[in-house]
């Protein structure tokens, strides 16, 4: 179904009707600018009444509930007892102070909404934003709070496939689908690596040409490599197109080592990059987690995002350094270099990637994570992508960090957090809080 924001603007009669109406119109100016489909009423809703009849035949994703003036909690309640989706209260400021008439008293209207809010659902389970429709702030606010909401609902049309199991001692990786299913809406199979290998098997030459000519034009020097590993590589690449597309899987988790490399002979690594290069994003070790933060940072972006280890802190440059074996996506590479082709650099086998990533001024640090007691929580920093050559055999990104990158470090192994990390290549620290905000998670944010 289409993703629906409903516009619900409330108040009493009462107040001072032409600013209200003024405030109205700017309202809706703005919520279209943000989202071109908003639904919007014809006027103020002035009764409980007039809310209920709005509201009947909608199915809202998200619910933006402004008090154009004041009302009641029974207002806002008309809204709870309908629907379970997120809700963006805002509060307009009052437009004049000059010793005369209180004009709206929006401000109040939403401490009785937010009061009706939390009686329903807990405290703190919506979001909130004060102020008028021109200001920047506001707006920022109400296009985080939609692209949440937005990422929120395709969630609970995705489908993950964990390709095979975590390595011993990778166990934070590993996931329930029961538990990804009630938590995040998401769907989780689970195959054994053995049959996409045995699939791979399968492929002729011929029926591997395709893919194998795709790959040859998004990588640099595949031809270096030797020609058994080429052909495997092609015909791996195809088993796995094939099963994502055939099964409408939007994300895997994929088992590597030891298996490709002892019993395949050819590392999973590249084809995992491609995929990514495709935005099917692709973890490998087995990292259900880390695939879902892929995910979600690919579904703010439109964009590849990098997934790895943090290997190296510089405190003075303010920078920490992010690297894997080499299944980075393609489209991530430096445009000095290309998406060089390497072999692993503990296996000696190929291919694999092996380059440095290209800068950004904007970048966010990502993971979806699990405290030690179990309960789903959310890891974000901000920052930028140095330009740094490559770093270590394989792929690496080297990320500046708004906040101290030496707290960062110190903190996340302190706190339990997981040893892989996403990079997104956009600010989207907001929308990714708002996001657990939404999913009733922890969030630590620097």
């Not at 919520?31 to 919007?40: H, Q």
């Not at 996931?175 to 290998?197: H, M, Q």
Request: aromatic residues 10%.
């Amino acid at each position: 179904m289409k993703f629906q924001v409903v516009y619900v603007p409330i108040g009493v009669g009462t107040y001072e009707m032409v600013t209200a109406h003024e405030q109205f119109d700017k309202s809706i100016s703005l919520l279209k600018s943000a989202y071109e489909d908003v639904v919007v009423p014809e006027d103020i809703l002035l009764t409980v009444d007039a809310v209920a009849e709005y509201l009947s035949d909608k199915e809202p994703d998200l619910v933006i509930l402004q008090n154009i003036t004041f009302a009641n909690a029974a207002y806002a309640s008309e809204v709870l007892r309908r629907f379970s989706c997120p809700i963006l209260l805002w509060t307009l400021r009052e437009p004049v102070i000059d010793g005369g008439r209180l004009r709206s008293n929006s401000l109040t209207g939403a401490y009785s909404a937010a009061n009706a809010i939390c009686a329903f659902r807990g405290a703190g389970n919506f979001e909130h934003i004060y102020g008028a429709a021109d200001e920047e702030q506001v707006k920022a606010k109400v296009s985080a709070t939609i692209a949440a909401a937005k990422v929120k609902k395709e969630l609970t049309g995705l489908k993950m496939s964990a390709i095979g199991h975590t390595p011993q001692g990778f166990g934070f990786g590993r996931a329930l689908d029961a538990e990804v299913l009630s938590t995040f809406g998401v769907t989780l199979e689970a195959i054994e690596a053995r049959e996409l290998i045995n699939k791979a098997k399968a492929y002729t030459d011929e029926e591997c040409a395709a893919d194998l000519k795709e790959a040859q034009e998004k990588v640099v020097g595949l031809s270096k490599m030797p020609e058994n590993n080429v052909k495997d590589f092609a015909r791996l690449y195809k088993a796995y197109k094939s099963y994502v597309g055939e099964n409408k899987i939007g994300a895997i988790s994929s088992r590597c080592w030891p298996d490709f490399f002892t019993e395949f002979g050819t590392p999973v690594c590249m084809v995992l990059s491609l995929l990514n290069a495709m935005n099917v994003p692709a973890s490998c070790e087995a990292d259900v987690y880390g695939a879902l933060s892929m995910y979600i940072g690919t579904a703010f972006t439109g964009q590849s995002t990098f997934f790895g280890d943090p290997v190296a802190m510089d405190e003075k440059e303010g920078s920490i350094t992010y690297w894997h074996c080499g299944m980075a996506a393609c489209d991530l590479a430096r445009c000095d270099t290309g998406a060089e082709v390497g072999v692993h650099p503990n296996r000696k086998i190929g291919p694999v990637m092996d380059f440095g990533c290209k800068a950004s001024d904007e970048a966010t640090i990502f993971r979806v994570g699990r405290t030690p007691e179990g309960k789903f929580r959310f890891f974000i920093a901000e920052g930028s992508v140095m330009d740094k050559p490559k770093q270590f055999n394989g792929a690496s990104i080297v990320v500046k960090t708004d906040a101290s990158a030496e707290k960062i470090v110190k903190d996340t192994i302190k706190n339990g957090w997981e040893p892989h990390y996403v990079v997104i290549y956009k600010k989207v620290a907001e929308e990714l809080e708002i996001l657990g905000n939404m999913l009733g998670l922890e969030v630590i944010r620097y």
